[in-house]
C-alpha cells in the first residue's frame, strides 16, 4: 500500500517556473513521488541557451523531446535530437541541452532521484540574474 495518491494532469497542467526565454512545468516531484523521481517538460524559445554545462552527482537525468530539435552535451560532444529523441545521462555525466533552431523546442525531463523542484526557486533567481543567451549555430 501507499500513501501516494494518483496524478491526473490536463494538457499544460504542473507547476509552472518562468526564466526568461526558458520555462518549466513540473508534473510530479516530491510528495507524488515519494521523492524517487520528478517529471518536468522544460521549453526553450528559438536559438535560446540551456543551464550551462553541468553534472549530478547523485542521479540520472532522463531526456525525451517532445517537439523541435534540441542540441545535447552529453559527455565532450555535442549532438542534435529531434522530436522523439531519447537521451539518458547517467550521474557523474557532464550535460547540457540548448535550442539551436529558429522555431521553440521542447523536452519531458525524469531526474532521478527526485527532490529536484525544492531548487527551481533559486534556479529561478540564477537565470533572472543570468538570462539565457542565444545559442551558438548548429556546429559543421
Do not use: C
Request: proline share 9%; net charge negative.
Amino acid at each position: 500500500m501507499t500513501d501516494r495518491k494518483p496524478v491526473v494532469l490536463a494538457p499544460h497542467g504542473g507547476r509552472g517556473y518562468e526564466m526568461g526565454r526558458i520555462s518549466a512545468l513540473f508534473k510530479a516531484d516530491g510528495a507524488e513521488t515519494g521523492d524517487r523521481y520528478s517529471i518536468s517538460e522544460w521549453w526553450l524559445e528559438a536559438n535560446t541557451t540551456g543551464p550551462g554545462a553541468h553534472v549530478h552527482e547523485d542521479g540520472d537525468d532522463v531526456f525525451f523531446v517532445l517537439e523541435g530539435t534540441m542540441s545535447f552535451l552529453v559527455g565532450e560532444a555535442w549532438q542534435d535530437a529531434p522530436a522523439g529523441s531519447f537521451i539518458l545521462v547517467p550521474a557523474g555525466v557532464r550535460h547540457d541541452f540548448e535550442n539551436r533552431r529558429n522555431a521553440r523546442a521542447g523536452l519531458l525531463n525524469f531526474s532521478i532521484p527526485g527532490g529536484f523542484e525544492p531548487n527551481m526557486p533559486s534556479i529561478v533567481d540564477w537565470f533572472r540574474e543570468n538570462p539565457p543567451g542565444d545559442a551558438r549555430p548548429p556546429e559543421v
